[in-house]
C-alpha cells in the first residue's frame, strides 16, 4: 500500500546506497570485497514501509514483519499446523503435564540460556510481564482482546510460566503464539507500562531474542540491523547485514526482485497477477503464494461519521449510521457487488471470490453461504427500505439524507481498481461514492493520535485484509463481539472497526471460546460465520493469497499461514 513510482534504472541507488559500482571502478581485490559484502547482506523490500518495531502497537502486517526479525514467540505454527518452538523448551501437551486436564492452565518450559540482544538474561518474568503490558487499559495495545480469556500468568521459576485462564478453554495455545505473541523485555518496557507506552525507544530501536537486532530505523523509509551476537544459534546465521527498505508500491517492489534482481525478497505482492506473470519471466526470481486465511473485505461504517459527540469523537456508538445500520441497506450493497469481475481481472490466480469471513483451515471453511451479483434485486431492496431518488439527482435519499458515501482504502493500484469496480456497481443502483485512499504506513499505524487509520474509520465503507493467525480461529472470530469496538474510550484499540454489535453473534463466541469439544467449537465458528454473512456485517470480496518475491538467489523461505513471512529468517540462505 503505496505508490510513489520508482524508476526501474535507478531503483538500486534509490533503495541501497552503494548497492553497485561504476564498471572498472575497483581492482579485481576491490571487486571480490564489494561481491563478499553484498553476498552478506540481505536485502528486503517492503513497499509497506513499517513505522513503529512493537507489533503490540500496530494493526499492520508490515510492522509485525520487521519486528519479528528482533521479536520472537514462545511458539508458531508451520503451514501444516505443527507447532514450532522460538523461546519455548518443549511443547506443552496433557501427557507431559503442560496443558491442565480441566483445560484451565497451561505451563510452558521455556529454553535456558537465552539472552536478550543487550546481553540482559531472557527469564520468564518476562513473559508475565509481557502480558500485563498487553491488557493495560492504559498502554492499550491492539492486540488485548487476544488475551481477554487469561486470568494471570506466572512465573514459576526462571524457565517455567503458566498461564492460567478465566475458563476452561480449548485454544490455551491463541496466546504467546505466532504474530500476537511477540514477547518483550521486562526491563526495558516496565518503565513505559502506562499512558506512556507508546514513548518507549524500544518501539523504534528493540531488544530482541531473535537471530538480528536493529542498528538503525527511520520510520517509513530503512531499518538496518546486524547479526545478533547474542543469539542462540548466531553462529549459524547466514548474514551479518538486513536492510529493510519501506516505500515505493508494489509493481516496483516486484519489478526490484523479479526482473532487475536488485533484491532478495519483497513482501505483500498485491499486483495484477498479469503484471506479476510478466515480471517473474525476466527469470530473476518467483511469486511464491501462500493461500493461507487472508480474505479482502469491505467493512461498513455502523456508526456516523459526519456526527460528533460533545467531545469530539466521530465514528461513535452514540450515533448510529443513517442508512448502514439499516440490514436491508447493507444487503443491497452486498448484491451490488461483483466479486467474480474483481477476482477475475484484478486477482487472477492469486485470488477467489468468496462470501466467507472465515476460510482457513479448510475445516472452518462455511459450504452454507453464497453469492450473487444481482444489482436489480440490490434496487428493489432499497425501494423496499424507503430510499429513491426524489429530486432526480441521480442518487437516492430519504428524509433529506441523500445516499452518499466515503469508501476509503490503503494507496495500491489493486486496491484502487477494486474501489473503482465498487463504486460503479453502487452508483448503478442509485448510491453516490467518493474514493479515499490513504498511505499505508498511516492507515495501517494503529496511530490514535491519527484519524486516518482503519481503528478510527472516519469513512462509511473501508477495505483491507486479514484473517486468523492461528490455526484456532478464536481470536480472529473475537472481532465482531460488542467488547471489541473500537472507540474512544479505549483509544480506538479494540478490532471491530465496524461497531457491529450483536449479542446473538457474541453468545455464540462465548459457547466457542468454552467448549472443549472440538468438532462442537469447529461448527460455532462455521455458525458465527453464517450469522455475519446472512446479517450483511461485512462484504467478504476475495480469499487472496500473500505474494512475495523470492530472487533466485535466496533460499530457505517457509512461507506459513500462521506468522509472518520473516518468522524463519535465520534459516534464509544465499547458495
Excluded at 520508482?6 to 572498472?24: D, Q
Aim: net charge negative.
Amino acid at each position: 500500500m503505496n505508490v510513489r513510482a520508482v524508476a526501474a534504472a535507478s531503483l538500486c541507488l534509490l533503495l541501497f546506497s552503494g548497492c553497485r559500482a561504476p564498471e572498472n571502478a575497483q581492482t579485481e581485490t576491490g571487486t571480490d570485497t564489494a561481491t563478499a559484502a553484498a553476498d552478506d547482506t540481505l536485502r528486503l523490500l517492503y513497499w509497506q514501509a513499517p513505522t513503529i518495531l512493537n507489533p503490540h502497537f500496530s494493526s499492520g502486517f508490515k510492522d509485525s514483519e520487521a519486528s519479528r526479525i528482533t521479536l520472537e514467540p514462545l511458539a508458531s505454527f508451520d503451514a501444516e499446523g505443527n507447532m514450532v518452538l522460538f523461546l519455548a523448551a518443549e511443547e506443552p501437551t496433557l501427557d507431559n503435564g503442560g496443558v491442565a486436564a480441566d483445560g484451565t492452565s497451561v505451563t510452558w518450559k521455556l529454553k535456558e540460556g537465552i539472552t536478550w540482544s543487550d546481553g540482559t538474561p531472557f527469564t520468564a518474568e518476562d513473559v508475565a510481564f509481557t502480558y500485563e503490558f498487553i491488557v493495560n487499559p492504559e498502554v492499550a495495545t491492539v492486540n488485548a482482546g487476544t488475551y481477554e480469556l487469561v486470568e494471570r500468568v506466572e512465573a514459576i521459576d526462571d524457565t517455567t510460566v503458566k498461564i492460567t485462564f478465566k475458563e476452561p478453554n480449548p485454544a490455551w495455545y491463541l496466546v504467546f503464539t505466532g504474530t500476537e505473541g511477540m514477547v518483550l523485555p521486562k526491563h526495558v518496557f516496565e518503565d513505559y507500562n502506562g499512558p506512556n507506552g507508546r514513548e518507549a525507544p524500544a518501539n523504534t530501536m528493540p531488544v530482541g531474542t531473535g537471530p538480528y537486532r536493529v542498528t538503525s530505523f527511520t520510520p517509513g523509509d530503512v531499518i538496518v540491523f546486524e547479526a545478533n551476537p547474542n543469539y542462540r544459534d548466531a553462529d549459524q546465521l547466514a548474514f551479518s547485514r538486513v536492510e529493510l527498505k519501506g516505500g515505493g508500491d508494489a509493481t516496483s517492489a516486484a519489478r526490484a526482485v523479479l526482473q532487475t534482481g536488485d533484491v532478495d525478497y519483497a513482501n505483500n505482492l498485491q499486483v495484477e497477477a498479469a503484471i506479476l506473470e510478466q515480471l517473474e519471466a525476466a527469470g530473476q526470481g518467483e511469486v511464491v503464494a501462500n493461500f493461507g486465511s487472508l480474505v479482502e473485505r469491505v467493512i461498513f461504517n455502523f456508526t456516523d461519521p459526519n456526527q460528533a459527540t460533545a467531545d469530539g469523537e466521530t465514528s461513535s456508538t452514540e450515533f448510529p449510521h443513517p442508512f448502514l445500520s439499516d440490514r436491508l441497506v447493507r444487503q443491497a450493497i452486498n448484491l451490488a457487488l461483483d466479486r467474480d469481475t474483481i477476482a477475475a481481472q484484478i486477482y487472477g490466480p492469486t485470488g477467489q471470490a468468496t462470501t466467507n469471513f472465515l476460510v482457513a483451515p479448510d475445516p472452518f471453511a462455511s459450504s452454507n453461504t453464497s453469492y450473487d451479483y444481482d444489482p436489480e434485486a440490490a434496487a428493489a431492496l432499497l425501494d423496499a427500505a424507503g430510499w429513491v431518488d426524489s429530486n432526480n439527482n441521480g442518487t437516492r435519499d430519504k428524509d433529506d439524507q441523500e445516499m452518499q458515501l466515503v469508501f476509503q482504502t490503503s494507496v495500491n493500484p489493486v486496491r484502487q481498481k477494486t474501489q473503482e469496480i465498487v463504486k460503479q456497481s453502487l452508483e448503478q443502483i442509485g448510491i453516490g461514492v467518493e474514493l479515499k485512499s490513504i498511505d499505508a504506513s498511516v492507515y495501517f499505524s494503529g496511530d490514535p493520535a491519527s484519524r486516518e487509520t482503519l481503528e478510527r474509520f472516519s469513512a462509511d465503507l473501508q477495505m483491507f485484509a486479514t484473517g486468523n493467525t492461528n490455526p484456532d480461529p478464536g481470536s480472529y472470530m473475537q472481532t465482531y463481539t460488542c467488547a471489541e469496538m473500537a472507540q474512544k474510550a479505549n483509544n480506538w484499540s479494540g478490532s471491530n472497526y465496524a461497531r457491529y454489535c450483536n449479542p446473538e453473534y457474541d453468545a455464540l463466541w462465548q459457547q466457542a471460546a468454552a467448549t472443549l469439544d472440538p468438532e462442537e467449537r469447529q461448527d460455532l465458528f462455521i455458525q458465527m460465520n453464517d450469522l455475519l454473512i446472512e446479517d450483511a456485517a461485512v462484504m467478504p470480496i476475495v480469499h487472496r493469497a500473500d505474494a512475495s518475491g523470492v530472487s533466485n538467489r535466496l533460499t530457505g523461505i517457509n512461507l506459513t499461514p500462521w506468522d509472518l513471512s520473516t518468522w524463519n529468517i535465520a534459516e534464509w540462505r544465499r547458495p
